[in-house]
């Protein structure tokens, strides 16, 4: 969607220099389009807001998360595209008001459904996906640290449902103790 969106704006890419290096030679954008480079450990001002990044483990060129600080105060932080989640990712999503985290598969449900062998390996591999119990354990985790805003997103189609993205980390948080819409707020990402 970004080539479509990119016809009518001049809106700079933010992004690590692996994955300008990425649009550019898939021809979605050009060496003159604005962006503004941001890697792992680096930390970009626009305005009043701070972007920092770290590295994400999945399979593609650049792959990386996002947190974005508004007037020093208000932290949320982006993170889809996992296999795994670091010790640098979980540093980048503390201290949010509100993290949108991947939960991307049912491990089930992938085993179970349609996708060929290597798909399956691929999508469940430390360089894959997340699976609904490393979203929710990973964000219950963030809500004993002050975190109590969660957005579940990147679910698949063939093998997931909000439902049950949603139930597991329901279930998680209820193990610490919290009630959603009390102590915490939990929203779905439409597919």
Same mark, same amino acid.
């Given at each position: 969607?970004?080539?479509?969106?990119?016809?009518?704006?001049?809106?700079?890419?933010?992004?690590?220099?692996?994955?300008?290096?990425?649009? !550019?030679?898939?021809?979605?954008?050009? /060496?003159?389009? $604005? *962006?503004?480079?941001?890697?792992? !450990?680096?930390?970009?001002?626009?305005?009043?807001?701070?972007?920092?990044?770290?590295?994400?483990?999945?399979?593609?060129?650049? @792959?990386?998360?996002?947190?974005?600080?508004?007037?020093?105060?208000?932290?949320?932080?982006?993170?889809?595209?996992?296999?795994?989640?670091?010790?640098?990712?979980?540093?980048?999503?503390?201290?949010?008001?509100?993290?949108?985290?991947? /939960?991307?598969?049912?491990?089930?449900?992938? *085993?179970?459904?349609?996708? $060929?062998?290597?798909?399956?390996?691929?999508?469940? /591999?430390?360089?894959?996906?997340?699976?609904?119990?490393?979203?929710?354990?990973?964000?219950?985790?963030?809500? !004993?640290?002050?975190?109590? *805003?969660?957005?579940?997103?990147?679910? /698949?189609?063939?093998?997931?449902?909000?439902?049950?993205?949603? @139930?597991?980390? *329901?279930?998680?948080?209820?193990?610490?103790?919290?009630?959603?819409?009390?102590?915490?707020?939990?929203?779905?990402?439409?597919?």
């Amino acid at each position: 969607g970004l080539k479509v969106f990119l016809k009518n704006s001049t809106i700079p890419i933010i992004a690590s220099r692996d994955t300008i290096y990425a649009l !550019e030679f898939l021809g979605i954008i050009d /060496s003159a389009y $604005p *962006r503004i480079y941001i890697d792992e !450990e680096e930390t970009a001002t626009l305005g009043d807001m701070e972007i920092s990044s770290a590295k994400t483990s999945h399979d593609c060129l650049g @792959s990386s998360c996002f947190s974005i600080t508004i007037g020093k105060e208000q932290k949320v932080a982006v993170c889809t595209d996992l296999g795994i989640v670091t010790d640098e990712v979980k540093a980048l999503l503390k201290g949010s008001a509100l993290a949108l985290l991947e /939960s991307n598969h049912d491990p089930v449900m992938l *085993r179970l459904g349609p996708y $060929p062998a290597e798909l399956k390996l691929r999508i469940s /591999s430390n360089e894959g996906h997340l699976s609904n119990a490393v979203c929710a354990e990973t964000l219950s985790e963030l809500f !004993e640290t002050g975190t109590n *805003r969660f957005v579940l997103a990147h679910l /698949s189609e063939q093998n997931n449902t909000p439902e049950k993205a949603a @139930s597991a980390t *329901r279930a998680a948080l209820m193990d610490k103790g919290a009630v959603e819409n009390e102590d915490y707020i939990l929203y779905v990402a439409p597919k």
